[in-house]
């Protein structure tokens, strides 16, 4: 069964370093996710992305994170200067059309761990 | 704001027999649900979804119930398993766009 794949699975970084958080989905999925999960709360949004364009972001995506979809399978989060709070999981996910009533697939994760 | 939540936030049942986890839902404009399941050190994983003009859908063992009126879904297992011991999540969807608004989660553990 096909599925998205996050590497790394444990990324641990000192507060102020740049990571880069690699996903590859689905391959004929067109829409692709970051959420992120913060140890013991809940699963949050953080974008969307759809033909090379952000197409929603929430409150936590602030100029500090930036994601990319630099070839054509692999999508990117990129954290330009973590900061302590960014410790979290962090999952990617995609799905074959636009999110309204359609189901998404989420990856294993990537454990961030900022020092 | 307007949120998902859940009312337990651990559930012990033995093995055999039926679950019930429930989570509420404020936000009326929702109208697609789904459950997810979430292991220790995995993804969350699609188990039910559920979209606003249904009240109920089957799938295998897993029975999803909405209950526009009061706002109300709930994720049915029956014949509980070992292997389903797992954190649920729901999740709705406002059709506004592509994001998911997840609920804080209920820990399923099953006793042998």
């Known amino acids: 069964e096909p599925e998205v794949t996050q590497t790394p699975s444990h990324q641990v970084t000192q507060m102020g370093q740049e990571v880069i958080l690699r996903c590859v989905p689905i391959s004929n999925h067109l829409y692709f996710y970051w959420y992120r999960q913060i140890l013991g709360q809940k699963v949050e949004f953080l974008v969307s992305?759809?033909?090379?364009?952000?197409?929603?972001k929430s409150e936590i995506f602030d100029d500090q994170f930036s994601v990319e979809r630099p070839d054509g399978s692999n999508f990117t989060l990129k954290i330009r200067s973590t900061k302590l709070e960014d410790s979290a999981m962090y999952f990617c996910?995609?799905?074959?059309?636009?999110?309204?009533?359609?189901?998404?697939?989420f990856g294993s994760g990537t454990q961030l761990s900022v020092l | 704001g307007e949120s998902v939540g859940l009312h337990l936030p651990t559930l012990s049942v033995q093995e055999g027999d039926n679950s019930i986890i429930n989570c509420a839902y404020s936000?009326?404009?929702?109208?697609?649900f789904i459950w997810y399941k979430q292991e220790s050190g995995k993804g969350p994983q699609f188990i039910i979804d559920?979209?606003?003009?249904?009240d109920k859908r089957q799938g295998q063992r897993v029975t999803v119930l909405l209950n526009k009126t009061v706002k109300h879904l709930s994720l049915q297992i029956a014949a509980t398993q070992p292997g389903d011991s797992a954190v649920y999540f729901c999740a709705e969807n406002n059709n506004a766009g592509n994001m998911l608004t997840f609920g804080g989660g209920t820990r399923l553990m099953v006793k042998p």
């Open positions: 936000n009326s404009a929702s109208d697609y």
């Open positions: 992305f759809y033909n090379n364009e952000i197409s929603e």
């Open positions: 559920i979209r606003s003009n249904m």
């Open positions: 996910a995609s799905s074959e059309d636009r999110g309204a009533n359609e189901k998404l697939f």
